[in-house]
């Protein structure tokens, strides 16, 4: 149980190009999810959280017309990195809290790794 | 602001052997959760284990337990007969007792696992 999927795990785009990234949990429901960025042999930063229904909340510094994000079911939530350039290269993580099973513990996806040439 | 510090980049263990990762963190709170992942190299972030403040017990789960110490703000991660499948970045967490609170990370701990 607690799955959460990610896809695509990997894109590769041209720059000015926008790329969508679907975090899904497959076996729960979640109210709130969250989307971070890792760098190479870096920690996980959160770049915001998702709630169904409603706007996301982006930590400061995100900016967040180019990093869209759409919480639009229980079980679906988007990451829309906009006009996309080199340095949005990075591997983006989703999580997923479960809202029946407790709300201390969460769920990570896969990860999508994102390469802007 | 709540911090969560790991100091050891890298450790390394011999395979069957015990080896302590250190964390300590920072807050005000008095309800809060901390929580280890393990990074393997497929990058797929898994829950190690995880503690409640509230509880004095120290958690465990089969080789892994913690050493929860709340007044010192230490939360350090035991892994006992280490297996070649542990070599991992481990990641300490900090999450703050309420609905949609984040969570915060260390800036994790490099095992390698030697045979």
């Known amino acids: 149980g607690a799955v959460v999927s990610q896809h695509p795990s990997r894109v590769i785009c041209k720059s000015g190009t926008s790329v969508k990234i679907e975090c899904r949990s497959l076996d729960f429901q979640a109210t709130t999810m969250f989307w971070y960025r890792q760098f190479p042999k870096k920690s996980l930063m959160l770049m915001a959280t998702s709630n169904e229904g409603s706007k996301a909340t982006y930590e400061q510094g995100v900016e967040k017309d180019k990093f869209l994000i759409n919480h639009a079911s229980l079980t679906l939530s988007t990451l829309t990195v906009t006009s996309a350039h080199p340095e949005d290269s990075s591997f983006y993580i989703c999580?997923?809290?479960?809202?029946?099973?407790?709300?201390?513990?969460?769920?990570f996806g896969p990860g999508t790794r994102l390469l802007v040439l | 602001a709540q911090t969560v510090t790991q100091s050891q980049p890298e450790m390394s263990v011999q395979e069957a052997e015990t080896v302590t990762l250190s964390c300590t963190y920072d807050?005000?709170?008095?309800?809060?959760?901390l929580f280890w992942y393990k990074q393997p190299p497929s990058r797929q972030m898994i829950l190690v284990i995880r503690q409640e403040a509230y509880k004095q017990q120290n958690a465990t789960e089969n080789r892994f337990s913690v050493n929860f110490q709340k007044a010192a703000k230490s939360f350090s991660l035991k892994i006992s007969d280490s297996q070649l499948g542990d070599a991992a970045m481990y990641f300490c967490?900090?999450?703050?007792?309420?609905?949609?609170?984040?969570?915060?990370f260390g800036t994790g701990t490099l095992l390698a696992v030697q045979p």
């Open positions: 967490a900090y999450r703050r007792g309420g609905a949609t609170n984040k969570l915060i």
């Open positions: 807050t005000s709170e008095s309800d809060y959760y």
């Open positions: 999580s997923a809290r479960d809202r029946m099973r407790g709300r201390e513990t969460q769920y």
